[in-house]
């Protein structure tokens, strides 16, 4: 199987535990980025996204800081497990008007394309909707319009244009903690005009299952020569409030809207107590991976309880096979 994806022979790694069976497995140094990493300053940093950035890593960090307002920071790290993030939030500039600038940020994910690196975030404008800029040194950040109308969550970039355009998942929503929630494909010839909807994943309803709440895009998908493959949160409503567990499923790669196979068992769900407690408890949410092209190695990195950040690692190729072994039928 290829993967489109740079060779990263430095990218943080541990091999399955010996005696481990599972697809995926957790760093065992979990979280990798502590609630308090900047002092005095965070309450908690979670739901954030790395990419390759030179001869090491930088990063959009959701920070909620002790006002417990949601900003978003940058950073940058040799090793992508030690980091070192502005305590200083992201300035956008260049907004293109004053209904388009940055209200507040959580969220966010990362994606290069063609040389410049593109962020998304959840932005505010008369509630959620999908803010949008680019760096091309992580330092200074130029803001876009919003991608969409409110209310949208987890508008995810493609990492290539797809049939000439820019693509992006998004995940229609409403202005609360959304009870529903369904994956969307849209298109944009420029990174403003966003249209051709296509709706591209649903929720599975039978039986209350770990994704029957609402779903929404994790990290930015990942090409192979068996469809992209994207990795996916996936709420389930309990008695105790809303768990987020992760997943995984493949879409075709000329029509990413159609889905080409779905597993139906999650591939990490809220089991360890940094998952299970913390501001929000049972909260496994992935914004982000790295991908070594050569081995297949993926390092996904989800937020803990909206509390942490944490890693946990597998390989391309097994993700796939767990996708085709174990399909959703619904
Ligand atoms: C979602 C977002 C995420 C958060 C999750 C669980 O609606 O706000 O940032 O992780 O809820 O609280």
């Known amino acids: 199987m290829k993967i489109t994806a740079p060779n990263l022979p430095n990218m943080p790694w541990q091999d399955r535990p010996a005696g481990n069976s599972e697809v995926m497995w957790r760093y065992d140094a979990n979280p990798v980025i502590k609630r308090d990493h900047l002092p005095n300053y965070s309450n908690s940093i979670f739901n954030s996204a790395v990419v390759p950035y030179k ?80 760096t091309e040194d992580f330092k200074t950040f130029h803001q876009l319009e919003n991608a969409f109308l409110p209310f949208n969550r987890n508008g995810v970039l493609f990492p290539r244009k797809i049939n000439g355009k820019f693509a992006m998942f998004s995940r229609p929503s409403d202005n609360g903690h959304t009870p529903f929630g369904d994956i969307f494909y849209s298109e944009s010839p420029d990174m403003v005009h966003w249209g051709v909807h296509r709706h591209a994943l649903g929720t599975v309803k039978i039986e209350k299952g770990w994704q029957s709440t609402k779903i929404g895009a994790g990290p930015i998908p990942i090409e192979t020569s068996e469809g992209w493959l994207l990795i996916y949160h996936g709420v389930q409503t309990s008695c ?15 029509k990413p809207w159609k889905c080409i196979g779905r597993a139906a068992p999650y591939l990490i769900a809220p089991w360890k107590d940094y998952e299970m407690i913390g501001d929000v408890p049972n909260v496994c949410f992935p914004c982000a991976s790295l991908v070594d092209g050569e081995t297949g190695r993926i390092a996904v990195y989800y937020g803990a309880a909206d509390t942490a950040t ?21």
């Open 55 to 134: 001869d090491g890593y930088a990063g959009v960090f959701r920070v909620d800081n002790r006002t417990v307002r949601m900003r978003i920071h940058a950073g940058f790290s040799k090793d992508a497990l030690n980091w070192d993030i502005d305590p200083n939030p992201i300035e956008f500039v260049d907004s293109p008007d004053e209904d388009a600038k940055f209200v507040y940020g959580y969220d966010p994910r990362v994606v290069e394309i063609d040389g410049k690196f593109y962020v998304t975030w959840c932005n505010g404008y008369h509630g959620p909707t999908i803010g949008v800029a680019w």
């Open 310 to 330: 944490c890693l946990a690692f597998s390989r391309v190729q097994d993700i796939v096979q767990f996708i085709k072994d174990n399909p959703e039928t619904y």
């Open 240 to 254: 105790n409030g809303y768990v987020y567990s992760f997943g995984a499923a493949l879409f075709d790669l000329e």
